[in-house]
């Protein structure tokens, strides 16, 4: 059986699962009294769940192409927002956002070529910019932040082509223990303190 047609029926097993979880949370969200003090946080968290459950499941059904699509369109949103946090220059941008395409493209396509010599070629990469420029003064700094946002985003992101079935059903336990531990705060109080830092 081929690598895709085990993704697409691992996405199968979890669509009633994560149908039934969504519907029993939309009803819970629903009724929840006016008075609950983050009743429209969580009513915002469950329609973005419910938006992002569907699209999840669905890049699974598509096989690779569309876990390939999922990884390197979450990459890129995400290199863009680590990048204004950071506040990098445009050369490291553009480092990171080509990596968040081309990395998840090499696992779907071809990966064996994702080894040593690409992990190498990555931290290269990171430095490319800063060398570039002549960046004697923050090059250094620059260049960690930059392999440090290639780690965190890109190379994490090819996990979901890489992982296969497995991917499913990763991505539905973070999905339930992020709910899970939304509900216990909520039942501690601890969601309270937390939101108040923010």
């Given amino acids: 059986m081929s690598a895709?047609?085990?993704?697409?029926e691992a996405a199968a097993r979890a669509v009633p699962l994560v149908a039934g979880v969504l519907g029993a949370g939309g009803?819970?969200?629903a009724v929840l009294p006016s008075k609950v003090r983050m009743r429209a946080e969580l009513r915002r968290r469950w329609r973005t769940w419910a938006l992002v459950a569907p699209v999840f499941l669905g890049a699974y059904f598509l096989g690779g192409g569309g876990t390939f699509v999922l990884a390197a369109?979450?990459?890129v949103i995400a290199v863009s927002e680590f990048v204004r946090m950071a506040g990098s220059a445009r050369g490291d941008h553009a480092v990171l956002a080509a990596a968040a395409v081309a990395l998840p493209a090499l696992a779907w396509l071809t990966p064996h070529l994702l080894d040593l010599r690409a992990a190498a070629l990555l931290l290269i990469a990171a430095a490319v910019p800063s060398l570039l420029a002549g960046d004697d003064r923050s090059g250094f700094t620059r260049t960690a932040?930059?392999?440090f946002g290639l780690l965190w985003i890109p190379v994490a992101l090819t996990g979901l082509v890489t992982?296969?079935?497995t991917g499913v059903a990763v991505g539905l336990a973070v999905a339930l223990g992020?709910?899970?531990a939304l509900g216990g705060g909520f039942a501690t109080g601890l969601p309270l303190i937390v939101h108040s830092w923010n």
């Fill in 4 to 8: 895709a047609l085990i993704a697409e």
């Fill in 27 to 29: 009803v819970a969200v």
């Fill in 73 to 75: 369109g979450l990459g």
């Fill in 145 to 147: 932040r930059t392999a």
């Fill in 163 to 165: 992982l296969g079935e």
């Fill in 178 to 180: 992020d709910v899970g």
